[in-house]
């Protein structure tokens, strides 16, 4: 079960249930467009302040546990 949702290089984070569902029902239409660019979506969409920090929002589970644990480590220096 996905909790929140926050921004790989903002730390925006979304936790409003609702706001984090209609972000996931939209992740197949970012995807999309991030592979039509020639990319590689790291999240599930886009961060609201995408244009100044060029983040993605990631899904994190109930128990807390990043699903990136690489960014864990680099976001905490472990
Ligand atoms: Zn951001």
Redesign the pocket.
Known sequence: MIKKLI??????EITEKEDVDIALEGKEAWAGAVRARGGKPRGVLP????I??????KPILDNGLFWWRWWTRKLLGR
């Open positions: 921004c790989d290089r903002c730390g925006l961060c609201e302040n995408y100044r920090c060029d983040g993605e929002m």
